[in-house]
């Protein structure tokens, strides 16, 4: 049986992760969010504590300690994404110093190879600068750091309201509404996110690596998804769509992935009719 902690557990990738892991061994769970104060699955509650307790907890063992948390609210004001960010970053150096956890996970992005190339982007550098300190952390005290980069990502419990690919195009296609795509032969690294959370929870890897299973067209995938909802695809062709790529093409992740989901219409449809069927809230 594992102890896990989630810190960042109402969003998107928190929720998806509390989900795969259910399906786990898991004993206890620690969960965050500063918005909320208890998830329910399934009828089953889950308390959520605010980030700030979080640093209070003491003498805990944690297996595995997963960080999805980031004021992603706040890349509008860097002077005020600054402030919370080293708020973030002094509550898990806390928890870490007060508690006995053997490994920590770090959803990092693709987009830090935008600082690696030397252009600035607020949102890269400081998932860059927070790869960077946990890194610090995690060696000063001897714990296992596994940096997963997301390029994009297919898990349930999406928010219709993002403007990503994937829930652009189901939104269309759940509206019954011909998916409209405005550059089809640009390419996304896309992942199935249960098998990282798979990855990070069958394995002990000290590394950070491109978390990514398949290259694929942003018209391919639209092309799944219209299969699914049986909707129209409307597609534009750019005259470069080089420069529109989120793509990377390392394979640690995939060599060592015990079993690769594939990305294919079975595959979403199931993304889908989980995030449908399956009963959960969150409450303020």
């Known amino acids: 049986m594992k102890n896990i902690a989630i810190y960042g557990s109402s969003g998107w990738l928190g929720r998806a992760a509390l989900y795969f892991l259910l399906e786990k061994d898991v004993e206890n769970f620690i969960l965050t969010s500063n918005n909320y104060s208890k998830i329910i699955f399934e009828n089953t509650t889950y308390p959520l504590i605010k980030n700030n307790e979080f640093s209070k907890i003491q003498n805990q063992e944690i297996n595995i300690l997963y960080i999805f948390g980031f004021p992603m609210d706040k890349l509008s004001n860097e002077k005020k994404l600054k402030v919370e960010f080293d708020e973030i970053m002094k509550e898990i150096e806390v928890f870490l110093k007060n508690n006995v956890v053997q ?6 992005s693709g987009a830090v190879n935008f600082q690696e190339n030397n252009i600035y982007n607020i949102y890269s550098h400081y998932k860059k600068e927070q790869e960077k300190k946990l890194r610090e952390f995690c060696d ?125 219409k079975a595959s979403i449809k199931k993304i889908i009719d989980i995030t449908k069927k399956t009963k959960y809230e969150l409450i303020k």
């Open 103 to 108: 490994k920590v996970f770090l959803a990092s």
């Open 140 to 264: 000063d005290m001897q714990i296992t750091l596994e940096v997963s980069r997301l390029f994009s990502v297919i898990a349930p419990f999406y928010d219709l309201s993002k403007d990503y690919a994937l829930t652009s195009f189901i939104k269309s296609g759940m509206n019954g509404e011909e998916i409209l795509v405005s550059n089809g032969d640009a390419k996304r690294s896309y992942v199935f996110f249960q098998d990282v959370i798979d990855f990070s929870f069958e394995n002990s890897f000290n590394k950070t690596y491109d978390a990514r299973t398949l290259n694929i067209s942003v018209n391919n995938l639209a092309k799944i998804i219209s299969q699914i909802f049986n909707v129209d695809l409307k597609v534009k062709y750019c005259e470069d769509s080089k420069l529109a790529n989120y793509i990377s093409d390392e394979d640690f992740f995939i060599n060592n992935l015990r079993k690769v989901t594939p990305i294919d």
